[in-house]
C-alpha cells in the first residue's frame, strides 16, 4: 500500500506508525511541507494519508501557505472515502478539515497524562484490547472541536476532545508515535526534560505497546474493507 505522510517539522516523523507500516511492505511517500515539498496532484493510488504534528497553528497560513492547501487535501481525502489519520496538529488540521473550529485547549498539556476512552471509544475496533484509561504524551495548546459527522471517541480532564473518528479516518490529539529520541529536540527548557525524560521507562513502554496495538487494529480494519 501506498502511504502519504505530511510532515510538518524536521522532528515531527511518523515514528513508529511509519516503522509499524513499513514493517507491513507499505511504500511511505513523505511531503516534508515545511521544507517546500508539494503536495501530490492527485491522491490516485494512495491507501491512506497521514497528517503529523507540528509547533504552527492551523490558522497559520500566512505564515504557513502549505496549511491551506494540506487543509484542502484532507478534504477530499476524508470526503472521498480515502482513510487519514491526524496525530496533534494533523488532528486538528482534519477537524478544521471537515469544517469544525480549533480553539485553545482548556488548559495546555505538556507531559504525561492520563486519557479516557467514552463508551464510543471502548467499542471502536480501533482501540481494541486497549485499556479504558490510557496514558499518553501530549504536547500542544489547542484543541479540535469535534466535526459535524464525527464520533468523539476519548477525551481528558484538561482536554476533553482526544481523539475522533470519521469513517475510516481517526484525529488523535495525543503521541503515541514518537520515542525519546524524536521528542528530545522538543523540550522547551530544563524543566520539561526533567518531567517527561524520566517517564519513559515506565509511561513510555506501556504507550509504545498500546500504539503497536492500536496501528495492529488499524490494519486490520484497513484490511477487512
Not at 500566512?62 to 484542502?72: I, V, Y
Not at 476512552?117 to 467499542?123: E, R
Request: aromatic fraction near 10%.
Amino acid at each position: 500500500m501506498k502511504v502519504l505522510v505530511t510532515q510538518h517539522h524536521i522532528a515531527e516523523p511518523a515514528g513508529t506508525f511509519g516503522d509499524f507500516l513499513a514493517e507491513r511492505g507499505c511504500a511511505l511517500d513523505v511531503r516534508h511541507l515545511h521544507l517546500g515539498h508539494k503536495l501530490p496532484d492527485s491522491l490516485d493510488g494512495y491507501g491512506l494519508v497521514i497528517s503529523m504534528g507540528g509547533p504552527m497553528n492551523v490558522y497559520d497560513e500566512d505564515e504557513h501557505p502549505w496549511l491551506a492547501d494540506e487543509t484542502a487535501m484532507l478534504a477530499r481525502a476524508m470526503r472521498s472515502g480515502l482513510p487519514t489519520v491526524g496525530i496533534c496538529l494533523g488532528s486538528q488540521l482534519m477537524a478544521k478539515a471537515l469544517g469544525a473550529a480549533v480553539v485553545d485547549s482548556p488548559q495546555p498539556e505538556i507531559g504525561w497524562f492520563s486519557t479516557r476512552l467514552n463508551d464510543a471509544g471502548v467499542a471502536d475496533p480501533v482501540f481494541k484490547g486497549i485499556d479504558r484509561e490510557l496514558t499518553v504524551l501530549q504536547f500542544h495548546n489547542d484543541m479540535f472541536q469535534v466535526p459535524e459527522g464525527a464520533q468523539l471517541l476519548a477525551g481528558s480532564e484538561r482536554c476533553p476532545h482526544q481523539a475522533f473518528r470519521y469513517g475510516l479516518s481517526y484525529g488523535f490529539q495525543f503521541h503515541v508515535e514518537v520515542t525519546a529520541g524524536i521528542i528530545d529536540p522538543w523540550y522547551r527548557n530544563d524543566d520539561q526534560r526533567k518531567e517527561i525524560a524520566p517517564g519513559w521507562k515506565n509511561q513510555g513502554l506501556t504507550m509504545r505497546k498500546q500504539a503497536w496495538q492500536m496501528y495492529e487494529n488499524y490494519w486490520a480494519v484497513l484490511e477487512s474493507r
